[in-house]
């Protein structure tokens, strides 16, 4: 496949692949990253597109996965919804600084629970609490059903709860 029939038959597509990149990502600008990789991708496998039954889906298909793994180095490394753009954390009036390490101590020790959990729980979890994903978005980020995604949610939920008290009461116990 030549440069021509390469644009004739992909770049076509790319306003579509963007919208399912920034559909997965919440960010244009990562959308546009994502789209230019896959393309890139695309064009270093051009040969056996050729062969492809619907180059519109393996196009989407392509960009789907590229924005799956960006999520997934976001993931590894989660920042606050601040630093991601550049706000400081300034205390709420009336809120001490006591209390912001009392939260900064919660939340690790949230995050320590959570791996506690099955490994499907804590991918919706994930993607739920640190992403922001809605339900709909997680359905097509993992494949799970709809009423799968609304289950794992519940159920990590509650579990996390259950775990969080055992905790807090063992440090009761403990001080």
């Excluded at 959570?114 to 997680?138: K, W, Y």
């Amino acid at each position: 496949m030549d440069a021509e029939e390469f644009k004739a038959s992909v770049l076509v597509h790319s306003v579509r692949m963007w919208r399912m990149a920034v559909t997965l990502l919440h960010d244009p600008e990562d959308a546009n990253d994502a789209v230019q990789d896959a393309v890139v991708r695309l064009w270093q496998r051009r040969d056996s597109l050729e062969n492809a039954v619907n180059i519109q889906a393996y196009c989407i298909t392509s960009v789907k996965r590229v924005a799956i793994d960006m999520l997934r180095a976001r993931q590894s490394q989660p920042t606050s919804p601040l630093d991601q753009y550049g706000m400081e954390h300034e205390p709420q009036p009336g809120y001490d600084e006591s209390q912001r390490l009392d939260d900064s101590e919660s939340l690790g020790v949230v995050k320590m629970l959570l791996s506690r959990l099955p490994h499907d729980q804590q991918t919706v979890m994930r993607l739920s609490a640190f992403n922001g994903c809605s339900n709909d978005e997680i359905r097509q980020i993992t494949g799970f059903s709809a009423d799968n995604v609304r289950t794992l949610l519940s159920r990590a939920r509650r579990r996390l709860k259950e775990l969080f008290k055992a905790y807090q009461s063992c440090q009761k116990t403990v001080v």
